[in-house]
């Protein structure tokens, strides 16, 4: 089978570590074999290699995501961005392209579409198994899982099928209806019903989703569909296709399955209560405490608290009560001051506006060995780099020098530039300028090749 992760969101549900640059599913916080930490999306796709269902993932996601991606799976995953940001249908409908079109995958070829940051056990992977056969046995148009109930939520959608489906026996139940997000009182009905959660997960085959496309736009190859993405609905999978398809089976999964999306929940799973340059004393109780920066956190005397500090700012919250923090924290700064990116990370030391109102703005950048930032220029900044640790290849306008600890390197607003690490380069860039945002960046083909140092 060929495995589509959908990777979207951005948000503040687990703020301050999560951002509109690192959602949930980056945050290296859950502990695996061997020791160490991973993400939720790292610990996805182990799970899914480990149980031998494909070596064939690839993440639908959008850009500002591709490069965290690539830092934290490197080249295990192939990553698909849409355009723009939509909905769960043209995001998959675009991956879904990419394989047919740019992989070349026969239309008969089983697809399972699932999201990258569920918590869950060996057998929940064993059961998308399940629905890969049923699929291929040509039960039905489109296969779902149905998580089975542990209460009457009416946070989740519902799949209700024609007969109570036995998760044991992993048989595939047609489904008669769906029923999003409903009332307490109707969500207690559908479990009489038998009625499953609707888990996200969708199995089919290619040539399936591909037909649906052809119903929006003529296309030849892959660029095309991704030139006319806007011509794809902004919908939803379930509504689009799930909900549309003349025939769909649901196979029942009777086991963990969490979101892990507050910190209440998440703080349940981590094998720590203290992450980072943190400790706790000993009069609390059922404490966690989080630390992303140098200086170090000691908490004690409160019970049932989630502590958190990053660069992006501090939080102390009652763990019963952080389902409400996104709203309370959406108006806080939207800058990330801490990003993973494809060549390293970045963490804001300062930001500030200058007294003739020109701004400035002082980062940390770490760039790991063999690894390099684009050839670029700022059309409204200049920059000057001081290299604290490590040796690289600095290159500006076409020249190239080898730069090392001491070296201070000063970039003029509009020149190309860009540097590879030789070992893994630490460097305090400071940026000057009238804007200083992002998206003031030019991006220049390069060949490390033709290099030669003067």
């Given at each position: 089978?060929?495995i589509?992760?959908?990777s979207?969101?951005?948000?503040?549900?687990?703020?301050?570590l999560s951002?509109?640059a690192?959602?949930?599913q980056f945050?290296?916080?859950?502990?695996?074999?061997g020791?160490?930490?991973?993400?939720?999306?790292q610990?996805?796709?182990?799970?899914?290699?480990?149980?031998r269902?494909?070596?064939?993932?690839?993440?639908?996601?959008?850009a500002?995501?591709s490069?965290?991606i690539?830092?934290?799976?490197?080249?295990?995953?192939?990553?698909v961005?849409?355009?723009e940001r939509r909905?769960t249908?043209?995001?998959?409908a675009?991956?879904?392209?990419?394989?047919?079109?740019e992989?070349k995958?026969?239309?008969d070829e089983?697809?399972?579409v699932?999201p990258?940051?569920p918590?869950?056990?060996?057998g929940?992977?064993e059961?998308i198994?399940?629905m890969?056969?049923?699929?291929?046995?040509n039960v039905?148009e489109?296969v779902?899982?149905?998580?089975?109930?542990?209460y009457?939520?009416t946070k989740?959608?519902?799949?209700?099928p024609?007969?109570?489906?036995?998760?044991?026996?992993?048989e595939?139940?047609?489904?008669?209806?769906?029923?999003e997000?409903?009332?307490?009182?109707?969500?207690a009905?559908l479990?009489?019903e038998?009625?499953?959660?609707?888990?996200g997960?969708?199995?089919?085959?290619?040539?399936?989703i591909m037909?649906?496309?052809?119903?929006?736009?003529?296309y030849?190859?892959?660029a095309?569909?991704?030139?006319?993405y806007?011509?794809?609905?902004k919908?939803s999978f379930?509504y689009e296709?799930?909900?549309k398809?003349?025939?769909?089976?649901?196979?029942?999964?009777n086991?963990?399955w969490k979101?892990?999306?507050?910190?209440n929940?998440?703080?349940a799973?981590l094998?720590?209560?203290t992450i980072g340059?943190a400790?706790t004393g000993?009069?609390?109780e059922n404490?966690h405490?989080i630390?992303?920066?140098?200086i170090?956190?000691?908490?004690?005397?409160?019970s049932n608290v989630?502590?958190a500090?990053?660069?992006d700012?501090?939080l102390?919250c009652g763990?019963?009560?952080?389902e409400?923090?996104?709203?309370?924290?959406?108006?806080?700064q939207?800058?990330?001051?801490?990003?993973e990116?494809r060549?390293?990370?970045?963490?804001?030391?300062?930001?500030?506006?200058?007294?003739?109102?020109?701004w400035s703005?002082?980062k940390?950048?770490i760039?790991e060995?063999?690894?390099n930032?684009?050839?670029?220029?700022h059309?409204?900044?200049?920059?000057?780099?001081?290299?604290?640790d490590?040796?690289?290849l600095?290159?500006l306008?076409?020249?190239?020098r080898?730069?090392?600890?001491g070296?201070?390197v000063?970039?003029?607003?509009?020149?190309l530039?860009?540097?590879?690490?030789?070992?893994?380069?630490?460097?305090?860039e400071?940026q000057?300028?009238?804007?200083?945002?992002?998206?003031?960046i030019?991006r220049i083909g390069?060949?490390w090749?033709s290099?030669?140092?003067?």
């Open positions: 089978m060929k589509i992760l959908l979207g969101g951005s948000g503040k549900r687990l703020w301050p951002n509109n690192r959602s949930k945050l290296q916080l859950l502990g695996k074999p020791g160490g930490m991973e993400s939720m999306v610990r996805v796709v182990r799970q899914i290699l480990e149980a269902l494909t070596d064939s993932i690839t993440i639908a996601t959008n500002s995501q490069d965290i690539l830092n934290q799976l490197g080249e295990v995953t192939e990553v961005t849409e355009p909905d249908f043209p995001a998959i675009l991956a879904a392209s990419y394989l047919a079109l992989k995958c026969a239309m089983t697809v399972v699932m990258c940051d918590y869950t056990g060996a929940y992977f059961t198994r399940y890969a056969q049923a699929v291929e046995s039905a489109m779902l899982m149905g998580i089975t109930p542990t009457a939520s989740f959608g519902y799949v209700v024609v007969a109570k489906p036995d998760a044991a026996s992993h595939p139940v047609m489904v008669k209806r769906f029923t997000k409903p009332s307490a009182e109707t969500a009905r479990l009489e038998g009625a499953l959660w609707n888990g997960i969708f199995a089919f085959r290619l040539g399936y037909q649906i496309v052809r119903k929006y736009m003529d030849g190859s892959f095309e569909i991704r030139s006319d806007g011509k794809l609905p919908i379930d296709v799930a909900e398809a003349s025939s769909v089976a649901v196979i029942a999964y086991g963990e979101d892990l999306g507050t910190w929940s998440l703080t799973e094998s720590s209560a340059n400790s000993p009069d609390c404490v405490a630390n992303e920066l140098d170090p956190m000691f908490v004690n005397g409160v989630i502590v500090a990053s660069p700012g501090i102390v763990k019963e009560y952080s409400t923090l996104k709203s309370h924290v959406e108006a806080f939207s800058r990330p001051m801490f990003e990116r060549w390293g990370t970045y963490r804001v030391l300062d930001d500030k506006q200058l007294s003739d109102g020109i703005l002082t940390l950048m760039i060995p063999g690894r930032i684009s050839y670029q220029r059309l409204h900044r200049s920059e000057t780099w001081t290299v604290i490590g040796e690289g600095f290159v306008n076409g020249k190239a080898k730069v090392g600890r070296d201070v000063c970039i003029p607003c509009g020149d530039h860009t540097i590879k690490a030789i070992s893994r380069i630490s460097f305090i400071v000057i300028g009238t804007q200083l945002v992002e998206e003031d030019e390069f060949d090749k290099v030669r140092v003067d």
